[in-house]
């Protein structure tokens, strides 16, 4: 049962690039972490509380996404301060080439929709009672290729972050007459293992010249699940180095 002083984080896609970051900013900041991912927890994870704060989940899966709820729940023992849906997939054609409308097959287009999407509104609508009672936070990761035809991001990953971003607004009006925020975050090029060859181009045309840190948008969601934020909802915040422009 959590400290009911301590604050309490469930975060998708822990495992690496920008849920790594986030988990050592929160923890880092005193807050309990609930890591979810479909890997088993690693031993090599340097933070506190470890495997038994760790839940496996499929988010490609939605029936292993629904039975997750009810684990997550008793862990949390009745409050959560905030959730950040960070998790998501951007496959890739047989050479590592970008996948366009052309030539994304549906299973596929299904799979990332789950992944990247549904499985947002599945928790937060699941965690709603938890959320309520810490009057808390909701962040949505997205990335700029929702807003944008990107040269690696394909059409099911982009048009799913899209989708993300009208959710963010739809949850924000939902979940608000509960005390509950919810907001975005956009990415942009950030150093992390999802970065193609030829991203070096990209960012040789960005305002500040040089790809994001993880730690720098993870410092974004701790902002927006602080009491900082307490009057931002239905927002979605670009942390891109200015790609936007």
């Excluded at 949850?171 to 990415?187: C, L, S």
């Excluded at 030829?198 to 993880?214: A, W």
Aim: glycine share 10%; hydrophobic share 40%; charged share 20%.
């Amino acid at each position: 049962m959590p400290d009911d002083s301590q604050k309490t984080l469930v975060l998708t896609g822990a495992s690496r690039g920008i849920g790594h970051a986030t988990v050592k900013r929160f923890s880092a900041g005193g807050w309990r972490v609930l890591t979810c991912s479909r890997q088993p927890f690693d031993d090599r994870c340097p933070w506190p509380g470890g495997e038994e704060n760790h839940i496996q989940i499929d988010l490609a899966d939605p029936s292993n996404t629904i039975e997750a709820i009810s684990v997550i729940r008793e862990k949390l023992g009745g409050r959560l301060d905030a959730l950040v849906n960070n998790a998501g997939i951007s496959p890739k054609g047989s050479e590592g080439e970008r996948l366009s409308t052309l030539d994304t097959d549906l299973r596929t287009w299904g799979q990332v929709f789950h992944v990247n999407f549904f499985a947002s509104v599945v928790l937060a609508r699941g965690l709603r009672d938890e959320l309520t009672a810490a009057k808390g936070a909701v962040v949505n990761v997205t990335s700029i290729a929702g807003a944008r035809v990107h040269p690696f991001a394909g059409a099911a990953y982009s048009t799913s972050k899209a989708a993300l971003a009208a959710l963010t607004r739809e949850m924000a009006h939902d979940f608000g007459p509960f005390g509950v925020r919810v907001n975005a975050i956009a990415p942009g090029e950030v150093e992390t293992s999802i970065l193609s060859p030829g991203t070096e181009k990209i960012v040789e045309g960005l305002p500040l010249r040089r790809l994001g840190q993880p730690s720098e948008v993870a410092d974004v969601i701790w902002f927006l699940c602080s009491d900082q934020s307490s009057y931002v909802t239905g927002t979605e915040i670009e942390v891109n180095a200015g790609q936007h422009v």
